[in-house]
């Protein structure tokens, strides 16, 4: 769907469906309302009055067109309490608003630059509808074979016409930034709604590739005898068990030669069987979207590449799968990280700190810093948080306040966990330097002070998105499915970092 930005009148815009939005509490709306108003002879402001056009929050009601209407159809836009709108909530909205079209098949739309929806930072308003749009209208159909199984309606473009073009300029600046942050988490979301059949790790490495091409990103794929030359023995134990080969994922963005790159890690298990400690039957095909660190990696990488930053990143994703055949991990196998730390395994389904110990290894062997990671790590931080935060651990506090006002920004909140040294105790071993289970309290943050102690000193941060890994159901930007959370909320604190 094509979105862009126009100066003029909205009654003048030659497209099937106009849009009107309107705040609670308004009788006779002016701007781009006041002059359909007066195109339908007054319609309007006497539906208002009589209660037939509901302003309340996400409220879609069709109005007549007067002759003076190059559209065929019209619709007032409730934006709810006027003093309640930010960008969050635009988003949302906007993402809400898409669907609604959708279901109208409302074709070509032209929407009305509203000023209380877009705030008073234009660029953050024009991003906050741009992302909301991109974002509400995503669907994973693509394996639906049967036409009746996908949404028939479209929106198949958006026009968001503000009066002065001086405006103009500023939302179509946000709205081109919003296209590709929504792209990017739709990428994430396409990567991670996959089945495991169909996105291997041969898949991932192969998806990492193209980006790279499209984009101008190097891409390096580590495979399983480099690994193993590199001493990935940490990683290498969860692949053992898999007969598809393990890829090591690094994508490079170079913004700024000469100077350290800011890693960005994410948890590859492109299916999560809990190995030899196999996990119940029921719901385990959510396990395939535990490449869901990984996946928001790449897509954060494509924005990044295509927003072009003075800064470098790289993007570090090492997939597997977990699983069990004869050569699986067993309870109680030592292994070696790359780092020179020994491991035993308590858990094969602890398998997410296990990959990740190497590739904070690798990260800080290529003097990356800081060091983010992402991961679908613990079911206990679903229990923690539900699926309204991410849980958010950090060793550097400068670090996590940039990370919080990104999701801020994103609309991605996040919440600290601690990481007090008496969590330590829970996960020494007997018979290695640390074992990867820390026993039932506190799991969370045992799994992150496992990921502490293979990024040393350098300032680190691990978002555990277990919780907000899936919808399940529809609402605002968010669709059912996997989530695609972090993407954006990485993109920002790059962007931001690069000033
Ligand atoms: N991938 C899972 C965590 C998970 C669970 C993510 C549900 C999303 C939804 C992870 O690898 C795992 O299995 N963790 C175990 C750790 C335990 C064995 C210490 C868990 O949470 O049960
Ligand atoms: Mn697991
Ligand atoms: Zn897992």
Redesign the pocket.
């Known amino acids: 769907m094509q979105i862009e930005v126009t100066s003029g009148e909205l009654a003048a815009q030659d497209v099937d469906t106009i849009v009107v939005s309107v705040p609670e509490g308004s009788r006779r709306p002016g701007g781009a309302a006041g002059a359909i108003n007066t195109a339908s002879g007054g319609a309007i402001n006497t539906m208002i009055a009589s209660g037939a056009i509901r302003l309340s929050d996400g409220a879609l009601t069709p109005v007549p067109v007067g002759d003076e209407i190059a559209a065929r159809r019209a619709f007032v836009h409730g934006l709810g309490d006027r003093s309640k709108l930010t960008p969050r909530r635009t988003r949302s909205q906007a993402g809400a608003l898409s669907r609604a079209l959708r279901g109208v098949d409302a074709g070509s739309v032209a929407i009305a630059a509203q000023p209380d929806w877009l705030g008073s930072d234009l660029e953050r308003g024009g991003q906050a509808i741009a992302e909301g749009f991109t974002l509400g209208l995503y669907r994973f159909d693509q394996h639906h074979t049967r036409s009746q199984d996908r949404p028939s309606g479209t929106v198949a473009s958006l026009l968001i016409v503000e009066r002065s073009e001086r405006r103009a300029a500023r939302v179509r600046a946000g709205v081109e930034r919003g296209v590709i942050m929504g792209e990017a988490q739709n990428l994430t979301r396409d990567l991670a709604n996959s089945p495991a059949n169909l996105m291997t790790p041969t898949d991932m490495a192969a998806r990492a590739q193209e980006i790279a091409e499209a984009t101008g990103l190097e891409c390096e794929i580590i495979e399983r005898e480099e690994a193993e030359r590199l001493g990935m023995g940490s990683y290498l134990s969860v692949a053992q068990g898999s007969d598809q080969p393990p890829k090591f994922i690094v994508l490079r963005y170079r913004g700024a030669p000469g100077r350290r790159s800011v890693a960005l890690i994410g948890k590859g ?1 492109t299916f ?1 069987s ?1 190995g030899i400690s196999i ?1 119940p039957a029921g719901g385990m095909e959510r ?1 395939k979207a ?1 490449m869901s660190g990984a996946a928001a990696v790449l897509g954060a990488m494509q924005a990044i590449a295509r927003l072009a930053p003075t800064i470098n990143v790289t993007g570090i994703a090492p997939c597997t799968e ?1 699983l069990p055949n004869g050569s699986a991990t067993k309870p109680g196998d030592v292994f070696y990280a790359m780092d020179g730390q020994s491991v035993e395994v308590i858990n094969t ?4 700190r296990l990959v990740l110990a190497d590739a904070l290894g690798y990260a800080r062997a290529h003097n990356c810093s800081p060091l983010i990671d992402v991961a679908t790590l613990t079911g206990a931080m679903s229990i923690a948080l539900g699926n309204v935060r991410a849980g958010v651990f950090a060793n550097n506090d400068r670090l996590f306040r940039d990370l919080d006002r990104a999701g801020d920004e994103a609309g991605e909140p996040i919440w600290r966990f601690p990481l007090d040294d008496e969590y330590d105790n829970q996960i020494k071993s007997d018979v290695a330097d640390i074992k990867n289970t820390g026993g039932r309290g506190a799991g969370s943050i045992t799994a992150a002070k496992f990921l502490q102690r293979f990024a040393h000193d350098t300032p680190w941060a691990h978002f555990d998105i277990a919780g907000v890994m899936d919808n399940d159901r529809d609402r605002g930007e968010k669709v059912k499915g996997v989530a695609g959370t972090a993407t954006r909320t990485l993109v920002e604190y790059v962007l931001a970092r690069a000033g």
Request: proline share 0%.
């Open positions: 298990i999560d809990g996990k396990m535990d977990n389904d602890a398998e997410g």
